[in-house]
């Protein structure tokens, strides 16, 4: 029976580990949530200890096909997988789902990295600030800006000193999102294109509500590594 292992606990990840038919499948779990959405089949939670650690994994488990259908962000990790899949011959393919796209009335402001991001924001901002956890040190700096800091965990020093942390996963709907903005008097989003519809209720509300975004665009592929957006796509090459 065909081996697939399944790169990542987001959406896409869950959605083709129950498509697949036919093959044993391990899906694996970076285990940095502290209570993760379980994907049908085998899980592995914890990591790999870098590329050569994925690639002695992939061998010792006699995988057949790699699926890195990580978090769009989650560069380490993807960069892990296209290294392992050279060194082991394993084909990889990465799922990810589309980027957004601005609509009428949307301001936005895309930047390179977080780093940009913490830059861009005009002093004595009142932020929304939706790029998770571990992100919050990249803003420390910016003692002359409030923040309003969302993640599912709570994040680690350092913070920024004027934070209020809001644990909560989504999804999330427009009208708790607006709420959001006029309880904290919001004036600037700032986000990561992750894409998906879980979390896109805070543009619809910040486009609604006349709010700046500061968006910080994802990170390309590896050179060389595949991509599709579509599980059933990822489900039948998996399997094919």
């Known amino acids: 029976m065909r081996r697939v292992l399944i790169l990542g606990g987001t959406a896409e990840a869950r959605a083709l580990a129950a498509r697949l038919t036919g093959v044993h499948v391990v899906s694996s779990l970076a285990g940095r949530v502290s209570d993760p959405r379980l994907p049908a089949g085998e899980v592995h939670i914890g990591g790999f200890g870098g590329a050569e650690g994925l690639a002695a994994w992939l061998r010792e488990h006699r995988i057949d096909r790699l699926v890195d259908a990580t978090h769009p962000f989650a560069e380490r990790m993807t960069a892990s997988a296209a290294r392992a899949s050279r060194l082991t011959g394993v084909p990889l393919l990465a799922l990810r789902r589309p ?59 350092p913070v920024p000193p004027n934070v209020r942390v809001l644990l909560a996963r989504g999804p999330y709907t427009v009208d708790g999102e607006h709420a959001l903005i006029r309880e904290h008097r919001l004036d600037v989003l700032v986000t990561k294109d992750s894409g998906g519809a879980m979390t896109r209720a805070k ?22 590594v595949r991509a599709t957006a579509d599980a059933a796509a990822a489900a039948d090459w998996a399997q094919g």
């Open 203 to 224: 543009l619809t509300a910040a486009r609604e509500a006349g709010l700046p975004v500061v968006m910080v665009d994802r990170p390309a592929l590896p050179e060389g």
């Open 99 to 157: 980027g957004w796209d601005e609509e009428d009335g949307d301001d936005w402001r895309r930047v390179p990295s977080l780093p940009d991001a913490a830059a861009a924001l005009p002093g004595g901002a009142r932020v929304f600030l939706t790029t998770g956890r571990r992100s919050l040190p990249v803003f420390a700096g910016r003692t002359d800006a409030w923040f309003l800091a969302r993640s599912v965990d709570p994040p680690e020093p």
